[in-house]
């Protein structure tokens, strides 16, 4: 089974709107850690923002946040007043306690931003 | 700004021939990993280090491929004999594993490798 789904292969989205990339995992952990990255087409892994399971609090970093649901396994992200810089891939990715520290991605969902 | 250093950041080469691929982690970060990224398989964790020691390279074909750090400002990925599937890019990446658990992962550029 896949630790880590994004079922968007392709996202559009209109410049100045907000935009929501979805991801669900799949862990029986009780201690983990839900990442975003996001590749341009530069190439570059570029580190966005950070969940640990424990975390009461919806992680937010400037334009991104994260919508955590943890009953439904999803960590999904958000991008408010979306830019023509952010049209990029964007992966999703989890690390367990039990599997000693390991970064495991999601296959990507790339976005593209009109002006 | 610190920064995860690989080179070559190309590499062409025929098959047979040995790939080796250098990652200078930033000084510091005790976690070194190292992933593959290809168009069909997405980004694939190969190998995994935490203080230098080998943690999980479950994701490495053993019979051509070798991770090693030979000190803490150095890892190498080492293909021989390399072969066209082994056409990807290559990303280091290292992190801080701290009680925090977060462990942010810096990545380096990727080495861009092309084997015909």
């Known amino acids: 089974a896949q630790k880590i789904t994004q079922t968007q292969p392709g996202m559009f989205v209109q410049e100045k709107e907000a935009v929501t990339l979805d991801c669900t995992y799949d862990?029986?952990?009780?201690?983990?850690?839900l990442f975003w990255y996001k590749q341009p087409s530069s190439g570059e892994m570029i580190f966005l923002i950070y969940?640990?399971?424990?975390?009461?609090q919806n992680a937010t970093e400037g334009r991104y946040s994260l919508n955590f649901q943890k009953a439904r396994k999803s960590a999904n992200l958000v991008i408010s007043a979306s830019q023509l810089g952010d049209s990029a891939m964007y992966f999703c990715?989890?690390?367990?306690?039990?599997?000693?520290?390991?970064?495991?991605f999601g296959q990507g969902t790339e976005l593209s931003v009109k002006p | 700004d610190a920064r995860v250093t690989q080179t070559p950041r190309h590499k062409v080469t025929e098959m047979g021939q040995e790939v080796t691929m250098r990652c200078q982690p930033i000084?510091?970060?005790?976690?070194v990993f190292w992933y593959r990224q290809t168009m069909m398989q997405g980004l694939e964790l190969l190998a995994y280090?935490?203080?230098?020691?080998?943690?999980?390279d479950s994701g490495m074909p053993k019979d051509r491929f070798s991770a090693e750090m030979p000190d803490a400002t150095l890892a190498t990925l080492k293909i021989q004999p390399s072969e066209p599937r082994d056409s990807a890019v290559y990303f280091c990446?290292?992190?801080?594993?701290?009680?925090?658990?977060?462990?942010?992962?810096?990545f380096g550029a990727g080495s861009r490798l092309t084997v015909l």
């Open positions: 990446a290292s992190g801080l594993r701290d009680t925090s658990g977060a462990n942010v992962l810096t």
């Open positions: 862990t029986s952990d009780q201690s983990y850690g």
């Open positions: 969940q640990g399971s424990y975390d009461e």
């Open positions: 990715a989890m690390r367990e306690r039990s599997q000693g520290g390991k970064l495991i």
């Open positions: 000084l510091g970060h005790n976690t």
């Open positions: 280090f935490r203080n230098r020691a080998p943690l999980d």
